[in-house]
């Protein structure tokens, strides 16, 4: 997993991307896929997180044990980066941009199976 941010003594969470068998990074290269101004936003919404953890609605929701979500309205819509906190580390498992009220199913299926690796189950 590589590191998001540097080191700093404020934060209270360091982040990482997930990273696949092969070493693909999805959320960084989900991310690199957006307009520079969704990537600020998401960028500041994530580092909001990093600097301020715990932290609740509007920007953070639990989603279940071990999975959380960083609420972004975007210019373009809604986006949502799914991800669990593993020894005061936030491993960003999932992002996509949200086209229904609800989380879809299939975003939240692969961000488990993304948390069952992370976990080593």
Partial sequence: ???FQPEDENIHLKVVFFQTQRGNEP???WLKSLQTDEKR??????KTAQFGWP???PLIRKLEPGLWEVRS????GIARVLFTVEANT???LHGFIK???KTPLNDLQLARERLKQVRGA
């Fill in 1 to 3: 997993m590589v590191q």
């Fill in 41 to 46: 936003v998401l960028g500041e919404d994530i």
């Fill in 73 to 76: 309205n975007l210019p373009s």
């Fill in 55 to 57: 932290l609740g609605m």
């Fill in 90 to 92: 936030m491993i960003l």
């Fill in 99 to 101: 086209k229904s009220q």
């Fill in 27 to 29: 959320v960084r290269e």
